[in-house]
Structure formats: C-alpha cells, structure tokens
C-alpha cells in the first residue's frame, strides 16, 4: 500500500513544447475511420430501454452496452472476446469503445 501511495507523491515532470500544429482530417481520411451508418433516428426502446438497431444509439454501431457482452445476451464473459454475434451483430468488446 505504502508503494502505491508513493507514486501518487512523485511528482511528474511537465515537457515543454516550441510549437504545436493542428489540421484539419480530409473527407478520406474521415472516411476511412467511419464504421456504420446511422439510418433511423430512433434512440432508446422505451420498453427494453435498448438501444434501436441502426438507431442514434446503435450497439452495432458504437460497440456493446456492457463489457464483453452483446446486446442480446448470446455472447456473454471474456472467452468470446472479438467475436460479432450473428443474431445482434455485435461484437463482444469493451463497452468504452
């Protein structure tokens, strides 16, 4: 314990910079990291409180809700880590992605 509270006490050194240069992505380059298509404007089932396939709040879109689950539950647990599920099309991630 004692370890770990002395590496929140070092202190970190701050690097200094000359310059910083920031530019604009071309529309191929957007493209390229793009990965679905919106199509609905549907958000959240209000039943299930799901989000609506190809919705604003796609799973298959913007990844699982859940951690190394999909959305229909089929895959579950870390075992299955980067398989897409047939049914939901969603593949078993990180939910922070």
């Not at 529309?27 to 919106?38: D, L, Q, T």
Request: hydrophobic share 35%.
């Amino acid at each position: 314990m004692k370890a770990l509270l002395e590496l929140f006490k070092q202190v970190q050194q701050d690097e200094e910079f000359d310059a910083i240069k920031i530019g604009l992505a071309s529309p191929e380059k957007i493209r390229s990291w793009s990965y679905g298509e919106v199509k609905k404007p549907e958000t959240i089932n209000y039943r299930t409180f799901k989000p609506e396939r190809d919705g604003l709040f796609c799973a298959k879109i913007f990844g699982p809700i859940k951690d190394y689950e999909c959305l229909c539950g089929k895959y579950k647990r870390l075992k299955h880590r980067g398989v897409i599920c047939e049914k939901c099309g969603v593949e078993v991630t990180l939910a922070k992605v």
